[in-house]
């Protein structure tokens, strides 16, 4: 079942002005270690942290509360598996709400996807809820 859907649409060149006025005080308030080091990794900097501040915007959304109610920048971070593929991260408030929003019975799964086409970043998020198999949660 789908918990919740986000999306957002975000101007590299805005992220990469933000970039260039506040620096590592936008970096740190916005973006984990992880995320940090992906983007100076990349050739496109501005374009990946763009990336990453849209998947952050579209998980509030599908976490149903937006950038409110004690939800940190931080508390979301693009991480990606070893093929690459990117995987949203919770912790803190975002990880306690993820927890309240699934049903028993039922763990919670975030997929995201990223895509770019300059001047644009755009990242959609989905929240499943799956089932529990009888041996993980116990039931015979």
Same mark, same amino acid.
């Given at each position: ?20 006025? %506040?620096?590592?005080? %936008?970096?740190?308030?916005? %973006? ?31 976490? +149903? ?20 593929? $990117? ?15 699934? $049903? $028993? ?13 300059? $001047?644009?970043?755009?990242? %959609? ?12 949660? +116990?039931?015979?």
């Amino acid at each position: 079942m789908i918990l919740g859907i986000g999306t957002d649409l975000t101007n590299i060149d805005r992220i990469a002005a933000t970039l260039d006025r %506040f620096g590592d005080r %936008f970096r740190n308030r916005i %973006f984990t270690e992880i995320e940090q080091r992906k983007a100076e990794s990349r050739a496109d900097t501005p374009g990946t942290y763009a990336k990453r501040w849209a998947a952050k915007e579209a998980c509030s959304k599908a976490l +149903g509360t937006g950038l409110r109610m004690g939800i940190s920048w931080r508390d979301m971070a693009v991480e990606n598996l070893r093929t690459g593929q $990117p995987v949203m991260a919770v912790t803190g408030w975002a990880r306690t709400r993820l927890n309240d929003m699934t $049903p $028993p019975g039922h763990e919670a799964i975030i997929h995201v996807t990223l895509t770019d086409d300059y $001047p644009w970043a755009q990242a %959609f998020v989905v929240i499943e809820a799956r089932p529990l198999s009888d041996a993980e949660d +116990g039931s015979n």
